[in-house]
């Protein structure tokens, strides 16, 4: 599959495998991905080598180190979560537009342990290492009150 041919940049449900397979085969492979326009990236999709689910991403994207972190401020599986990326990313901002010093940026994304960006996403870390996206919020990019994203 090329890149391409992926759905989207946010994840399909379940019920859009079947919607999808049932007109056109079983021989196309259904996948999607889910990103952030804050890192102009996707951070989690397919992968020809890993099996397809419905519902779930089968992993993270290359170049991207992440968890899904529970209230207690470190990893879980099995329970919905908030992604964070753990390891610096070539894409990640380093401000934003006029925010010489940093704060907003830190602020928005690296408030309770600096190094560790929340993504705001909620998804769910499967036992295989999925991801199940399960809401995508915006607020990150709309501190000034614009949506961006």
């Given at each position: 599959?090329?890149?391409?041919?992926?759905?989207?940049?946010?994840?399909?449900?379940?019920?859009?495998?079947e919607?999808?397979?049932?007109?056109?085969?079983?021989?196309?492979?259904?996948?999607?991905?889910?990103?952030?326009?804050?890192?102009?990236?996707?951070?989690?999709?397919g992968?020809?080598?890993?099996?397809?689910?419905?519902?779930?991403?089968?992993?993270?994207?290359?170049?991207?180190t992440?968890?899904?972190?529970?209230?207690?401020?470190?990893?879980?599986?099995?329970?919905?979560?908030?992604?964070?990326?753990?390891?610096?990313?070539?894409?990640?901002?380093?401000?934003?537009?006029?925010?010489a010093?940093?704060?907003?940026?830190?602020?928005?994304?690296?408030?309770?342990?600096?190094?560790?960006?929340?993504?705001?996403?909620?998804?769910?870390?499967?036992?295989?290492?999925?991801?199940?996206?399960?809401?995508?919020?915006?607020?990150?990019?709309?501190?000034?009150?614009?949506?961006?994203?």
């Amino acid at each position: 599959m090329a890149p391409d041919d992926v759905s989207a940049r946010s994840h399909l449900p379940a019920s859009a495998d079947e919607w999808i397979r049932t007109p056109v085969g079983e021989h196309v492979e259904v996948q999607s991905a889910s990103g952030g326009t804050g890192v102009a990236t996707a951070l989690v999709g397919g992968a020809p080598i890993l099996p397809v689910r419905p519902g779930e991403l089968s992993g993270p994207s290359l170049g991207v180190t992440l968890e899904a972190w529970g209230p207690a401020g470190g990893p879980v599986r099995g329970q919905t979560a908030e992604l964070v990326i753990i390891l610096p990313m070539p894409s990640m901002p380093l401000h934003f537009w006029n925010d010489a010093g940093g704060s907003r940026h830190n602020d928005s994304y690296f408030p309770a342990c600096p190094g560790l960006r929340r993504h705001y996403d909620r998804v769910t870390m499967t036992q295989r290492g999925t991801v199940i996206v399960n809401s995508r919020p915006d607020s990150p990019l709309n501190r000034p009150g614009v949506r961006i994203g």
